[in-house]
């Protein structure tokens, strides 16, 4: 008895089954189970506690914690821990159960080691979530949890899933013949479920704080001093949230609703892209019926089965349909539509710029919204070809291949189809998501290597006059070693990206072909051509696949870029018509203010319950120091801005009920600083009416007296002005701005100090073309030399925001208050240069008489 029991407890202690051994891998139709549970939670194991001490140790030594009342308070996250500790606790269950009636008592060695591998490792996975809930590393943001928990959840879900391999192996519990293999099914389902649970939630990171928790964390926080790098934080925020509301803002723009031609074209895309689909299923086909055509008792000379498949690749283009022939015709059909879609949204974008208010043009820069609209519609145009021509293909590609493997073959081709193709794009993703701040970090160095040396070349006087050369080698040497690191870093998790890929790609592989040559050689309905059809098939996926992670990088970028364009988008009109609006009819041109009162912003009120009225035909001047709100109601005249409170009236109508481009058409306007478009004399004069005639645009120049100077330039009337009209002098720039207004040939005129930056005699000749400007019609001057404007019907001193004084020129000077003041104080700089004048010949005189 003592011997049986021995011996017994000698078969116990083995460490495979009896007749088994660990190298075998491949036992009764299916895995052995020893192999499989000693190899996958060896590598589970091993990569979890060799990676995750590491990652524990970084926290602990450069982890700042988290204050307790930033995190996020969510049930996932106790569900996440809950079965995170459930898992080891089946593990034990499960070793009972083999031990006492599952396997009829016999316990082996890998069991012992599975049992001991995933008690230690999942309790160390519970802490690396609560290191990484609690804990943040000094660099960026933390987007959800590690690169080490991520992998190692996707290992544990691998494993449980290779299970399904063994779906036709005659001793395994899936046929469900005794209460044994009902109690293993039972306990399988709960571990498998529990596996896709904790996978699941370990992307959803519900413990871990999202970016918007993040940047709302309070600066003076006792327990968190990160310093967030600006870039960063633009850069770190979920480009992909709200994906689908910004597809559906550039949906009207991406179907040509208006021509039926390109509607068609759309279509016929869309058909070829399909087609694509139809020959990339029946490429690898074709291969398998040469093969099994060769392979036959009786090969025959399938010729037409060769032409047939050169034929199809011809149209697919070497796999991936980059240089096929129906890619190129798509290619080609899609140019016209490519540019619909470019040409409707920069004029939406440009319409709804003009639309936007003067204050919002003032406070942008108008180099960063060019920059905006161009990035913005480059993106639009690459996004739709990354996802419509490369994404969406991919994936109807797996989908199509995951439907006729479980169709052709059986399930278990698919669903390993399916988890490989699966496993990689998630894999891809996360880890390009990861290795984002690296290549940031890279560009950011190489940004700075750059900039070290031309800062040092082009102070190289400086350099030379503090001897400063070997200070200069040494910090350029200083910023290469920083880029270098920083391109090890992005090199090396590049490389694991790849090795990821490889290690996903090859393992569906080696999974899917030792099934399909098993099922080869024990003839359980494939042929060889069927196994040369899986492998030609599925490398033909996984083709596309390894350009996912840079198509994903691009649409990334493509959405930031969007992300700013939406923004100009969003902007919202401060100054519209109301509705119901009509056009402003103008019979004589009386122009009232009635308690008016208006500040850029609330708190500094410019303009304080002003009134006038300029009666029609009449002039009126307004006058005042600097900031007094002058430039400020011709501003609002002109609509620019809406009074905070009053009311502007034009011939008894109310300036805000009226079509703000009737208002603009009634009014014409020359301003201080003339600005003309990069364009011909005669264009920029022109502008005031763009239908008149070329003898309208002469007869303009000649009543502005600027006709006779135009026939000395070259081209004449063609002379190109430059950029922003420099090519003319202010007196010249004046003069067709007056010409342009008086081809306009307003109701109202608007004066906004048309003279002040010219010199004497270059004034009194353009006030003569003004007065022709102004003749018989509603005039508002806004006047810095005070003797433009003393035969004004009518001026109006303004101080602080407020009329302190109006009335004629004579009855102003009669009061000696502040217009008389003003008065007095430009005479005297008036007469300043003929006195200097006269003590510099005295200076002279005295001089010569010395010698």
């Known amino acids: 008895m003592l011997v049986k029991r021995f011996r017994i407890s000698q078969i116990r202690m083995l460490y495979c089954p009896p007749n088994v051994t660990l190298g075998e891998v491949w036992i009764n139709n299916g895995t052995s189970q020893c192999f499989m549970e000693t190899l996958t939670v060896s590598i589970t194991a091993g990569i979890l506690l060799l990676f995750g001490s590491a990652q524990f140790w970084m926290y602990k030594k450069y982890g700042t914690r988290v204050a307790q009342l930033s995190l996020p308070r969510s049930k996932l996250y106790y569900a996440q821990i809950f079965i995170t500790f459930l898992l080891p606790i089946l593990a034990v269950v499960r070793f009972i159960l083999q031990a006492t009636v599952l396997k009829g008592g016999f316990v082996y060695g890998y069991m012992i080691l599975s049992l001991l591998l995933t008690i230690a490792m999942f309790p160390f996975s519970a802490i690396l979530i609560i290191l990484e ?19 190692f959840w996707t290992l544990v879900l691998a494993s449980e899933s290779l299970s399904f391999i063994n779906l036709n192996r005659d001793d395994w519990w899936f046929h469900l013949t005794t209460l044994t293999d009902e109690i293993e099914m039972g306990v399988f389902v709960t571990r498998f479920v529990s596996c896709v649970v904790l996978f699941v939630l370990g992307l959803r990171a519900p413990g871990i704080m999202t970016n918007r928790d993040y940047f709302n964390l309070s600066n003076s926080s006792t327990e968190l001093n990160i310093q967030i790098d600006e870039n960063d934080v633009t850069n770190q925020g979920s480009t992909f949230r709200n994906a689908w509301k910004k597809i559906l803002v550039l949906a009207p723009f991406l179907w040509p609703k208006k021509d039926l031609p390109l509607q068609f074209r759309v279509l016929f895309c869309f058909l070829l892209l399909a087609v694509g689909r139809v020959i990339n299923l029946y490429v690898p086909i074709y291969s398998k019926l040469i093969v099994d055509s060769m392979a036959a008792e009786n090969p025959r000379f399938r010729w037409d089965w ?29 140019i016209r539509i490519q540019q619909y879609t470019t040409r409707e949204v920069e004029v939406e974008l440009f319409k709804h710029l003009h639309g936007l208010s003067l204050r919002w043009h003032l406070s942008r820069k108008t180099g960063e919204v060019l920059r905006v609209m161009d990035r913005g519609t480059d993106s639009i145009n690459n996004l739709l070809n990354y996802i419509l021509f490369s994404i969406l293909p991919t994936i109807t590609d797996i989908l199509v291949a995951v439907g006729y493997f479980i169709s052709a073959f059986n399930g278990w081709f698919g669903l390993i ?27 950011l160095a190489d940004n700075a290597q750059t900039a070290r040396s031309v800062d040092s070349l082009l102070n190289f006087e400086t350099v030379k006059y503090y001897g400063a050369e070997n200070y200069e080698v040494e910090s350029y040497r200083e910023a290469i070693l920083n880029y270098q690191t920083e391109e090890w870093k992005s090199t090396v998790t590049q490389n694991i990206l790849n090795t990821v890929q490889n290690v996903i ?36 996926l996984y083709v596309p696949l390894n350009w996912f992670g840079t198509f994903y990088r691009a649409i990334q970028k493509n959405f930031v870029d969007m992300e700013n364009m939406f923004d100009l988008m969003r902007e919202e009109q401060e100054v519209i018509d109301a ?42 001047a307004f006058v005042g120091p600097s900031g007094s709100g002058k430039s400020t109601v011709i501003r609002l005249l002109f609509r620019f801005y809406d009074v905070d409170s009053g009311s502007i009236v034009i011939d008894g109508q109310n300036i805000k009920t009226v079509l703000q481009a009737s208002l603009r058409q009634a009014i014409g306007v020359v301003p201080q600083d003339t600005v003309l478009f990069n364009n011909s004399i005669k264009y920029n004069i022109q502008y005031g009416r763009i239908s008149a005639s070329d003898e309208d645009i002469v007869a303009a120049a000649k009543h502005a007296d600027i006709h006779d100077r135009i026939l000395t330039f070259p081209d004449a009337y063609e002379t190109k002005v430059g950029e922003r009209g420099l090519k003319l002098s202010g007196g010249e720039k004046q003069r067709v701005a007056i010409a342009r207004t008086l081809l306009k040939s307003p109701s109202i005129v608007l004066l906004d100090e048309a003279t002040s930056a010219l010199d004497t005699q270059t004034e009194r000749n353009i006030q003569a073309a003004l007065n022709r400007v102004c003749a018989n019609r509603t005039t508002i001057v806004v006047a810095h030399r005070l003797s433009t404007i003393i ?30 003041a003003m008065w007095e104080q430009q005479l005297k700089i008036d007469d300043m240069p003929q006195e200097q004048e006269s003590e510099g010949d005295v200076n002279k005189k005295t001089s010569a008489s010395s010698a």
């Not at 990861?434 to 970090?441: A, G, H, I, S, Y």
């Open 579 to 620: 509705p119901g609006a009509g056009p402003l009819s103008v019979k004589r041109g009386t122009v009232e203010f009635h308690n008016v009162s208006f500040g850029y912003i609330p708190d500094r009120i410019v303009l304080k319950n002003i009134s006038f009225t300029v009666p029609a035909g009449k002039t009126v």
């Open 306 to 334: 060769v032409l047939i498949y050169v034929g199809f690749k011809f149209l697919q283009g070497g796999g991936t349909g980059g240089m096929g022939l129906l890619n190129n015709i798509r290619s080609f059909l899609w």
């Open 505 to 540: 790609v090859c393992g569906g592989l080696l999974t899917g072909s030792l099934l399909c040559v098993h099922m080869v050689v024990t003839n359980q309905g494939l042929t060889i051509g069927d196994y040369v059809l899986f492998a030609s098939y599925i490398i033909q």
């Open 791 to 820: 035969h004004a019907d009518e001026i109006l001193v303004l101080k602080e925001g407020e009329i302190v004084e109006r009335g004629r020129h004579e009855d102003l000077i009669a009061l000696g208050n502040v217009y008389a």
């Open 417 to 443: 189809v399916f988890v490989t193709m699966s496993l990689y794009i998630v894999a891809t993703i996360l880890v390009t998501e990861w290795r984002t701040k690296f290549q940031r970090r890279m560009n």
């Open 133 to 151: 809930r609690n804990y943040l590393l000094p660099s960026v943001p933390t987007r959800g949890h590690g690169l080490v928990l991520l992998f």
